[in-house]
């Protein structure tokens, strides 16, 4: 069999696994955020933090909520590094550093999971199990339930409340994540990835001398890294390591669980909104930007440029052959696409216009299925920018779902758009304009630049994922890319909030014969476009200096 037929027959399996779970868990997602009925271990939890999970708030509170959380997170996540040196389990892992201890605190709960360390080096299994897995349960519902708000902003009228963010949520982490998580784990144990708390240990290699290994409840984590559209590994190569990720099926399997409740969210959205139509709108748009990103990173991969290549078969360097340039390229337009930025291969070592691809996944704002509920408030902020341009076009004033887009709801989504890339652009701006890169990049030149325009990228948008050749664990790049991770996080939550508080206070219009219909393939086209011209024009002029320059060089 060819590798390019392996490879088509892999993602054909995959686009089948997540067409059979779509409907069922789109739908239940939708019922877990509609019920009014509360679990026992959900009660506790309430009484533990002193929360009325039937209170409905405004966007405000919501929002309040959001922050005190997470505040709550980076500080409880900071100290628990700071103390490793003296907890149990430590390894014999000394304290983190302050520098790097903000900066992964402020990584996981931000559902970035970014890492300027090796895992198997610094990290204990406290700080581990305690700190960064669980973060990565939370972080992913914090996303949801910002989502989840957003809808019901689109499906209520004439009350500014958009829910309760505490019963969203537990509710999200105790009836979606912490089940579909449980089983995961269980299927990766059965894969070959090891869950346990030994110690470390040597091991004999092959061409003489030892390494030492630990252990460690990787199986457990690497679920809900996935899941969560976290990416954070146990290890420091990832979803690379054999540990994390034993054989072509559970690669395969680690790909399902990111895309599945991005994309199942579509179908939660339409449910909730009563026109499950109008999920498949927006499904299709997300389908289609994914499908044309991966079969454009399999031609860029599988092309054989230079005599290398050409012996390769493929461009292999950097890539697991386990998994080979299918899997490979799959998983990395999957893991940018979304908000997950776990790798099984190292996008560095793609080729020029490979590299530009990934990082292009992420400058759309990950929403192609986008992270767990940051995708789906992402597109919908597009959606609401697309019917805007309708609108413009045809001299109409512009309605999304029954509800009118006038100046606040427009400027809202305007400004959300705009605040990731003036992150990522000042950010490497300033970090290429200041003599400390230089001496972080591996490379010079195009590729070097690539290298820091990928890394502010990544953090701004919350994905994780790095180019190999950047040294980031220094004072600048651990503070610059946490404070970039905090603004990209937050920000734009504030906006999204504020406009599902301004859409729930709307009296549904009436459609009539002007109304764009939103649910037919015309408007996923207008959405698709939207979303290239808009947000991928944006980084245009940084692409060209970086990924283009080296891909047509």
Not at 57 to 78: D, E
Not at 325 to 349: E, N, P
Request: with cysteine; charged share 10%.
């Amino acid at each position: 069999m060819s590798p390019q037929l392996a490879a088509f027959l892999q993602l054909l399996a995959l686009i089948s696994a997540l067409a059979l779970v779509y409907i069922p868990l789109g739908t239940y997602m939708a019922r877990v955020y509609s019920s009014g009925r509360h679990l026992r271990v959900e009660k506790w939890i309430y009484k533990g933090i002193g929360a009325n999970p039937d209170t409905e708030m405004r966007w405000p509170a919501y929002l309040r909520g959001v922050l005190a959380f997470s505040v709550a997170g980076v500080l409880f996540l900071y100290l628990l590094q700071r103390l490793q040196g003296v907890l149990p389990g430590s390894l014999g892992f000394s304290s983190v550093g302050p520098a790097q201890s903000f900066n992964t605190a402020v990584s996981f709960v931000t559902n970035t999971n970014w890492q300027s360390y090796s895992g198997e080096q610094t990290m204990g299994h406290v700080v581990q199990t305690a700190g960064l897995a669980v973060q990565n349960f939370v972080s992913a519902a914090v996303g949801i339930a910002v989502a989840v708000a957003l809808v019901r902003g689109f499906a209520r009228a004439r009350t500014g409340e958009i829910g309760n963010f505490w019963a969203d949520l537990v509710r999200g982490t105790v009836r979606i994540l912490v089940p579909i998580a449980a089983v995961a784990a269980v299927i990766l144990v059965a894969c070959g990835a090891i869950q346990n708390f030994s110690g470390i240990h040597g091991v004999g290699q092959f061409m003489g001398g030892s390494q030492q290994w630990n252990g460690g409840a990787v199986a457990s984590q690497e679920a809900i890294k996935e899941l969560g559209t976290n990416g954070g590994g146990y290890f420091n190569a990832n979803s690379a390591h054999p540990f994390e990720n034993p054989t072509p099926f559970s690669n395969l399997f680690e790909i399902f669980l990111i895309l599945v409740i991005p994309f199942a969210l579509t179908r939660t959205f339409g449910v909730m909104v009563g026109s499950v139509r109008q999920g498949y709108a927006i499904l299709a748009t997300m389908g289609t930007i994914w499908v044309a990103f991966v079969a454009l990173m399999m031609w860029t991969e599988f092309a054989h440029h230079g005599p290398a290549l050409q012996a390769a078969g493929a461009s292999m360097e950097g890539k697991e052959v386990r998994f080979g340039v299918g899997g490979s390229s799959i998983f990395a337009v999957s893991t940018t696409l979304t908000s997950t930025g776990a790798v099984d291969s190292f996008h560095s070592s793609f080729t020029g216009l490979g590299g530009g691809i990934t990082m292009l996944g992420m400058m759309l704002g990950e929403i192609a299925p986008g992270g767990t509920g940051s995708g789906l408030y992402g597109m919908l902020i597009m959606a609401v920018i697309a019917v805007f341009i309708a609108g413009l076009m045809v001299g109409r004033t512009p309605e999304y779902l029954g509800k009118k887009i006038g100046s606040r709801q427009i400027k809202l989504a305007a400004v959300y758009i705009l605040i990731t890339p003036a992150l990522v652009l000042v950010f490497s701006a300033a970090s290429m304009a200041l003599p400390t890169p230089p001496h972080s990049m591996l490379n010079s030149g195009a590729h070097g630049f690539s290298e820091v325009l990928y890394a502010f990228t990544s953090a701004a948008n919350n994905n994780g994922s790095a180019f190999a050749g950047l040294n980031a664990n220094t004072d600048w790049f651990n503070t610059m890319s946490g404070l970039a991770m905090l603004l990209g996080r937050f920000l734009p939550m504030v906006f999204v909030l504020a406009l599902a508080g301004s859409l729930a206070e709307q009296q549904p219009v009436p459609v009539t014969v002007g109304t764009l219909r939103t649910e037919k393939p015309l408007f996923a086209g207008l959405l698709v476009g939207a979303i290239l011209i808009i947000t991928g024009l944006t980084y245009f002029p940084a692409l060209a200096l970086g990924p283009l320059a080296e891909g047509l060089a």
